[in-house]
């Protein structure tokens, strides 16, 4: 009964996420498609050809989207994973004035703050550079990092650590051994998130980014404007490879154990 | 207290110190270099990279910058263009407003951006460009300054802080198949069709520029001649003719596309027309139709009219910001893209499909026979058909109240 319902979720979810993709493949090598022909009328890969062009940015652009993701992901643990276990697991003055800063980034949307940032980056001479864009997009990805840590250690229990300072290991192999294996699959959904929260920033990456920085967002934007549908297309199935390669990623480590799902669900 | 807190309040006191620190930090104040001679600038610019503000929404032209702009001023200048895809140019603009309040009057980012009307005014007045620079340009010779369309800017003066490199003139594309071949070419005869096939026509809503430049045509057809909106704003005038506008969309609105409960989007419009289900799309660019047939997104039964009455012109330019680091570089580009040359490829049909921007008889004899051999493309009206019925734009104001005005008196009636 249990694998039943398991399939149907998973069949579920490849039906929404799948279709819409199966069209944006269709429109990507379509010519001619115009309504109501169920097939386009005509193919071609002009589309796919601009996307390998040197025209395009794409491969600049996926690398720099890469680059960015990834150290914006490591900070967020850096930052987050602390936070979170602090937030979780002890009491001190001013914790709910933390928590609801913490927050703010999600309720107040990034636009609002990001022409202040700018000036300040000006200052800080870190506008138009990556190393600007990254600290941009640590604002709205630490804070989902610390959501999904706080259910995660609010789960854990010290105790193992505990016994296993009391035989002798020292903070590092701690760590390594008992704490990390205990919050892993929380921890790779929460990155996931970061990553993800980076990749598809646009406003900010632009404002900040100056244009000096091409993430594929930037690309992405101004084509969805325009009237090329098969490039936009094809564009748009490059951006979301990714998530796409995340999602059957968490969906496995949800599947694998209780432990994320349980770190899911706040007590 | 524990650890994880104090580590907090540490990280915070840090992050503070250095913030406020930093801010008093002076930012680059030396204004960038002025040239007096051609020759200086293009020195200056050899070996250089000029960043390129554009909006990036069409795969085609970012390819024809990249080969037919950017590969030749490397080759004949040795300036790299650097093609910055933008969605909106404006979202530039706030950019390099921030920059100026910081005081940031050197080493900017953007080098050249791809601009006109409303921004130009914007970035004009808000001393955000760099010159006047457009007499510095050897080819600004073939450019028809004269002209007042050429001059101004949807009547802003130009004053050299622009230059051109693309003409635009409105037209209306039709599906022949829906429409005949003998398309409604006034706003009577276009109402009359319209209540005749009800869902069959609509228009992008406002603040589009299309959209906005269709209820603009309403205006000088309501006054019978463009002159009233070429000063400045008045609102006597503005109420004269406005409801003599309102009436006739109000009027229509029951039979437009969806029962004129929502208007779609420009981008929208060329999905509605390629499939059939409306007839009528408007455009900017007198070439787009024959080219959005060749690159397969129109089927080939569009084609292209003018309005008797005539339809509004203006100039895609380009400007370089007040903070530019690369002037030079800058001015190299936007000198190349008036040449005789350039614009003669931008006006081939087969690669650009553009208006050319500079006065084709000041071209060379070779240059004018080259010209005149274009094949236009089958829905592509002649050059001399369209610069007959060519209109100027108005000032920003008029546009803006024309704006409000049908976002009050259409949208919410």
Known sequence: ?267 | MNTYSNWLVFVTAAVVLLLSGCAAAPAGTAAPPVYTDWDDVLAAAKGTTVHWYMWGGSDKINTDVDNDIGKTVLARYGVTVNRVPVADIAEILNKLLTESSAGVTAGGSVDLLWINGENFKTAKSANLLYGPFVDLLPNSRYVNWDDPAMANDFGTPVDGYESPWGHAQFVMEYDTAQVGDTPPTTFEALADWIRAHPGKFTYPAIPDFTGSVFVRHLFYWAAGEPTPFLGDFDQAIFDRYAPQVWDYLNGIEPFLWREGETYPEAAAMTDLLANGEIAFNMSYSPGNASLSIAQGIYPDTIRTFVFETGTLANNNYVAIPFNASNPAGALVVANWLIDPEMQLILADPARWGWLMTIDPSRLSAAQQAQLASYDLGVATLPADVLAAKALPEPQGEWVAAMEKGWVEQVLQK
Do not use: C
């Open chain 1, 1 to 267: 009964m249990s694998s039943f319902w398991r399939g149907s979720l998973v069949g579920g979810i490849g039906v929404v996420v799948g279709l819409p993709l199966l069209v944006q493949v269709i429109w990507s090598f379509a010519f001619r498609w115009y309504f109501p022909d169920l097939l386009p009328s005509e193919w071609g890969l002009h589309a796919w050809r601009y996307v390998f062009s040197d025209s395009s940015r794409v491969g600049e652009a996926l690398l720099t989207s890469l680059g960015i993701g990834l150290a914006v992901s490591l900070l967020s643990i850096g930052i987050g994973m602390p936070a979170a276990r602090a937030l979780a697991l002890h009491d001190f003055p001013g914790k709910g004035l933390v928590e609801w800063l913490l927050l703010v980034p999600i309720v107040v949307p990034g636009v609002v703050a990001t022409m202040g940032i700018h000036l300040v980056f000006i200052h800080l001479r870190v506008a138009d550079t990556s190393l600007g864009v990254v600290l941009v997009h640590l604002i709205p990805a630490v804070p989902y990092m610390i959501l999904v840590m706080v259910s995660v250690f609010a789960n854990y229990d010290t105790a193992l650590e505990e016994t296993a300072r009391t035989l002798g290991a020292n903070a590092v192999r701690v760590f390594w051994f008992v704490t990390l294996p205990a919050i892993l699959p929380g921890l790779l959904v929460a990155t996931l998130f970061t990553f993800l929260i980076s990749w598809s920033q646009y406003v900010t990456t632009l404002l900040i980014g100056g244009g000096r920085v091409i993430t594929l967002s930037m690309l992405l934007f101004p084509l969805i404007g325009g009237s090329n549908n098969a490039t936009a297309a094809a564009i748009s199935l490059v951006f979301v490879a990714p998530a796409l390669l995340a999602l059957g990623f968490t969906a496995r480590s949800l599947a694998k154990g209780p432990s994320v799902l349980g770190g899911l669900g706040r007590p």
